[in-house]
Each structure stands twice: as structure tokens, then as C-alpha cells.
């Protein structure tokens, strides 16, 4: 499956932005779907998943209760609602298919990744 992440931009700390994935070709099922992220200097880290029914999330600590992954009925597209955003969110977003349907946070889970898109927190 073909993925292409949009949605970044500059925001200042405290606002918010949505990041969408779109799946292109076929839809996303029946594998789960993650975000990464990975900031300049830094390793990729795992920001957010959801199963391939959209029943079971999992978020990382660093952004629960701030970040919420969805996806819509159709299952062509998955989403990143960001919310308080923080200067050390800025990174460069990723997202990802699994290999399965199922929440996963580890980096071997996933074989698809679209482009990153960039998102940018200003203080």
C-alpha cells in the first residue's frame, strides 16, 4: 500500500494541527496503522497506532491526552489530531503500515511508510 501524509505546517505552542495519511491503490485493511516521528539528530520514535478496526489505539506516554489517532469507516485514511502542541514535538511525521492488524508501537512491525510531512512548534 502507497501512503502520502499531509497536514504539517508552523504552529505556535499551545495550538494544534491534524495530520492526515491516505492510502492510495487500496485501503488501509486489515493492517494496522502507525505515526512516527523523528526529529533532526534524533532516531525515529513511535508516536501513535491503531488496529486495523479502529477499536484499539496506542499512544506513546509523551502524547497521551494531547495527540489522538482515528481513522474513518472507509479506512483509506488515518489521522493525527495534535493537540498542545509543544516545541519538542517539532519533527518530521511518518506514517506507517503494519505487517498486521493489531496495535504496535515497534518499528519492525511496520513494512509501508509514506513520505514524512513537517510539523513545526514554535515557542
Known amino acids: 500500500v502507497q501512503l502520502q501524509a499531509s497536514g504539517g505546517g508552523l504552529v505556535q505552542a499551545g495550538g494544534s494541527l491534524r495530520l492526515s495519511c491516505a492510502a492510495s491503490?487500496?485501503?488501509?485493511?486489515?493492517?494496522?496503522v502507525g505515526w512516527f516521528r523523528q526529529a533532526p539528530g534524533n532516531e525515529r520514535e513511535f508516536v501513535a497506532g491503531?488496529?486495523?478496526?479502529?477499536?484499539?489505539?496506542c499512544p506513546a506516554d509523551s502524547v497521551k491526552g494531547r495527540f489522538t489517532i482515528s481513522r474513518d469507516n472507509a479506512k483509506t485514511t488515518v489521522y493525527l489530531q495534535m493537540n498542545s502542541l509543544k516545541p519538542e514535538d517539532t519533527a518530521v511525521y511518518y506514517c506507517?503500515?503494519?505487517?498486521?492488524?493489531?496495535?504496535?508501537?515497534?518499528?519492525?512491525?511496520?513494512?509501508?511508510w509514506g513520505q514524512g510531512t513537517q510539523v513545526t512548534v514554535s515557542s
Open positions: 506507517a503500515a503494519a505487517r498486521g492488524p493489531y496495535c504496535s508501537s515497534s518499528y519492525s512491525a511496520f513494512g509501508s
Open positions: 491503490g487500496r485501503t488501509f485493511s486489515p493492517y494496522a
Open positions: 491503531i488496529s486495523w478496526s479502529g477499536s484499539s489505539t
